[in-house]
């Protein structure tokens, strides 16, 4: 795992999400970066690559100022581009084997669903997988909840970090810690509404959690 990756564990990645949001995607990261949130997650499903480059180029340049790890969704070829710390890939992506060539040392996250992913990412070389649904979502569609015990049978047969993604909110996401979660990723909590204040109440969530 990479060093300035690790900084962020036991906190909460951003999302970002323009659904339920009336920022740009630059606004919203900018909010909450200045809420304390350092791990950013650039997922961009309707635009053109090109307009993606672009975007991720700006939030890289925003990401830096506040020592923040900037992660790139779906695009190892623009994560390398814009000097992105990583890329974040789905079962369906480029392989795990070809986007290192890419990446080099720079962090690769993969999106798993069930025990077998976790462990062919690990063995395959990823700094971290994404497991989830936890909780029903809206954002995509991911299958089936998996519910809050899947992520302790996970973290009991892989070593890598695992951050929990899907339905994850102000109400649950203590629980997602308290069984062995190393980060949360959330969009929709706070995109909905204003995304200045949701970001500033979950860090404050996470001050009063116990691990």
Same mark, same amino acid.
């Given at each position: 795992?990479?060093? #300035?990756?690790? !900084?962020?564990?036991?906190?909460i990645c951003f999302v970002t999400d323009r659904k339920y949001c009336g920022l740009s995607f630059y606004d919203m990261t900018e909010a909450v970066l200045k809420a304390g949130i350092r791990f950013i997650q650039? *997922? @961009?499903? @309707?635009?053109? *690559?090109? +307009?993606?480059? +672009?975007?991720?180029? *700006?939030?890289r340049e925003l990401t830096r100022p506040f020592g923040a790890t900037l992660?790139? #969704? @779906?695009?190892?070829?623009?994560?390398?581009? !814009? =000097?992105? =710390?990583?890329?974040?890939?789905?079962? +369906? =992506?480029l392989p795990l084997k070809e986007a290192r060539k890419l990446m080099g040392k720079k962090i690769?996250?993969?999106?798993?669903?069930n025990l077998a992913q976790a462990k062919e990412a690990e063995q395959g070389g990823a700094d971290y997988i994404g497991f989830g649904p936890? &909780?029903?979502?809206?954002?995509? @569609?991911?299958?089936?909840? *998996?519910?809050?015990d899947s992520i302790?049978? $996970?973290?009991? #047969?892989?070593?890598?970090? !695992?951050?929990?993604?899907?339905? $994850?909110?102000?109400?649950? $996401?203590?629980?997602? &810690?308290r069984v062995g979660a190393d980060a949360a990723a959330l969009a929709t909590a706070i995109c909905r509404g204003n995304a200045a204040e949701n970001a500033k109440r979950l860090v404050q969530l996470l001050k009063e959690a116990e691990f």
């Open positions: 795992m990479r060093k #300035n990756f690790s !900084v962020y564990l036991k906190g650039y *997922r @961009d499903k @309707d635009r053109t *690559r090109r +307009e993606i480059y +672009e975007e991720a180029a *700006r939030l992660i790139i #969704n @779906d695009h190892a070829d623009i994560a390398r581009c !814009v =000097d992105a =710390d990583g890329v974040h890939l789905g079962q +369906e =992506d690769i996250g993969i999106s798993t669903h936890i &909780f029903h979502t809206t954002t995509k @569609d991911a299958g089936a909840p *998996r519910g809050v302790g049978s $996970i973290k009991q #047969n892989v070593s890598i970090p !695992v951050v929990a993604i899907g339905g $994850i909110n102000m109400e649950n $996401i203590k629980e997602i &810690f």
